[in-house]
Antibody, heavy 120, light 107 residues
Framework: QVTLRESGPALVKPTQTLTLTCSFS??????????VSWIRQPPGKALEWLARIDWDDDKFYSTSLNTRLTISKDTSKNQVVLTMTNVGPVDTATYFC????????????WGQGTQVTVSS | DIQMTQSPSSVSASVGDRVTITCRASQSIRTWLAWYQQKPGKAPKLLIYTASSLQSGVPSRFSGSGSGTDFTLTISSLQPEDFATYFC?????????FGQGTKLEIK
């Protein structure tokens, strides 16, 4: 069974760096054809795709957040980490990590999400 | 970036109704489109991928069609558990993008 779980701080101050960890089971990022994406959703708003990391360590980022995001993986620990620098109130959202099929980009398993508030 | 526009933004319907939701891409995405269902406080759930392929375990009353720039999600006979928000997502090119969502409400 595939599961993903996001962890990280619930509250972050403006200008700080946010670090989120996705811990997963039921698949391996060392396996051909697997990827993990991060997606966020501000309260009451639409989903916003942030980044994806592939089994072969290829990385892809949101155009608007490209300079602030870094995605990385630890295959041995079954973890993916997303860092976002210089956060502001507009970054307040629920952050989801999700398994993504490398071949077709569909996001087939989602974590429950972690709520992050940016406030001083 | 490819813009995804859904219509309508919200729709009211009754149990048993047939409902169609539309998603339009700002440029051709071939059939690289997925549909998701999201209920309040929950993560999205994959319904349809590559425009018309039904995800395992999803009821057959859900179907998807389209190619290029215009796509539809159809629910053939609404069930009480289908009242939710639906999102489309393109994976033709990076960055992936989502539609703004369609809220399906009970009439």
């Amino acid at each position: 069974q595939v599961t993903l779980r996001e962890s990280g701080p619930a509250l972050v101050k403006p200008t700080q760096t946010l670090t989120l960890t996705c811990s997963f089971s039921g698949f391996s990022l060392g396996a051909n054809g697997m990827s993990v994406s991060w997606i966020r959703q501000p309260p009451g708003k639409a989903l916003e795709w942030l980044a994806r990391i592939d089994w072969d360590d290829d990385k892809f980022y949101s155009t608007s957040l490209n300079t602030r995001l870094t995605i990385s993986k630890d295959t041995s620990k079954n973890q993916v980490v997303l860092t976002m620098t210089n956060v502001g109130p507009v970054d307040t959202a629920t952050y989801f990590c999700a398994r993504t099929q490398t071949s077709n980009g569909c996001i087939d398993w989602w974590g429950q999400g972690t709520q992050v508030t940016v406030s001083s | 970036d490819i813009q995804m526009t859904q219509s309508p933004s919200s729709v009211s319907a009754s149990v048993g109704d047939r409902v169609t939701i539309t998603c339009r891409a700002s440029q051709s995405i071939r059939t690289w489109l997925a549909w998701y269902q999201q209920k309040p406080g929950k993560a999205p759930k994959l319904l349809i991928y590559t425009a018309s392929s039904l995800q395992s375990g999803v009821p057959s009353r859900f179907s998807g069609s389209g190619s290029g720039t215009d796509f539809t999600l159809t629910i053939s006979s609404l069930q009480p558990e289908d009242f939710a928000t639906y999102f489309c997502q393109q994976s033709n090119s990076f960055p992936y993008t989502f539609g703004q969502g369609t809220k399906l409400e009970i009439k």
